[in-house]
């Protein structure tokens, strides 16, 4: 049987060397790994455990990666099952999401998969699918990253395309940064209304690289006036001439790449700016 692939998260940044230390970093830690590649063989390994004559001497051969960030580790994900198809980068990403993000860290936010919110809908909570697609931008460096016009299979190629050329590695910016900096943002009720809108949520996840010190340093309330004035700017866009669904990815991720001089802006002057965006 191929090896199976598991995968581990330390942020701790272990030393694991020595191979003693690996070892029992792993059987420390099992609890809490990922399968990667392999889970139709682990499931059909459970079956035949539980068969008459199972030999559970026999070694099993594993495939073991050890990340320092969840982001990295999707990376890894991605470039590993890139061309095996045994499921779309977008479906990794929205499994990933859920499975490696603990939500319930967080204090201003709170996240439903659809599952959840047919049962029972959580007043305010984000859809994590919404959630998903803001990680997959952030990923990808770009806010477009649907396009009806294009096939599954061609598009699906591009989003592994986009993920790969992205210098993960050099990252000092973790999406699990971006979601503490956005529950931060949204104790403000209006703030989290905006984040709410995936446009706006997806143009500021792709940005806030670039600009991640400056806007941790702003107050909610300061951030609801910024916010307030990008909306002013963008009301006075000709609705019935744009796509406003992709200009307002566009122009959240354009506004706060440049936060620091736009945040100063009045809304007479963003308003200039987003007619000469979308002439």
């Not at 199976?4 to 792993?26: P, Q, W, Y």
């Not at 940005?207 to 991640?212: F, Q, R």
């Amino acid at each position: 049987m191929p090896p199976i692939t598991i995968a581990f998260v330390d942020k701790g940044k272990t030393e694991l060397s020595d191979r003693k230390v690996f070892e029992g970093f792993v059987n420390q830690n099992i609890d809490s790994g990922y399968i990667l590649d392999g889970l139709q063989r682990l499931n059909t390994l459970l079956s035949a455990s539980e068969m008459e004559g199972f030999d559970k001497k026999r070694p099993l051969h594993l495939n073991v990666i050890v990340s320092p960030s969840q982001d990295k580790l999707l990376y890894r994900m991605i470039t590993l099952n890139n061309g095996q198809k045994p499921m779309t980068p977008r479906h990794q990403v929205e499994i990933l999401t859920q499975e490696m993000f603990d939500f319930t860290d967080l204090n201003n936010i709170s996240v439903q998969t659809e599952k959840e919110r047919s049962e029972k809908i959580t007043r305010g909570a984000f859809n994590l699918s919404d959630i998903s697609n803001a990680y997959l931008a952030f990923l990808t460096n770009n806010v477009n990253n649907e396009n009806n016009k294009i096939v599954n299979e061609k598009m699906d190629e591009i989003l592994v395309g986009r993920v790969l050329d992205t210098d993960i590695a050099d990252g000092s910016v973790q999406f699990e940064d971006v979601l503490k900096l956005l529950d931060k943002l949204c104790v403000n009720s209006e703030v989290k209304k905006w984040f709410k809108v995936n446009n706006n949520l997806i143009g500021f996840c792709v940005a806030i690289k670039k600009v991640y010190e400056e806007v941790s340093e702003v107050e909610p309330d300061r951030f609801e006036e910024v916010i307030a004035v990008f909306e002013e700017g963008f009301d006075a866009i000709n609705a019935s001439k744009v796509n406003l669904g992709k200009y307002r990815r566009q122009l959240s991720k354009e506004f706060f790449e440049n936060f620091v001089e736009f945040s100063e802006y009045d809304a007479e002057e963003l308003t200039e700016y987003f007619a000469e965006s979308t002439s």
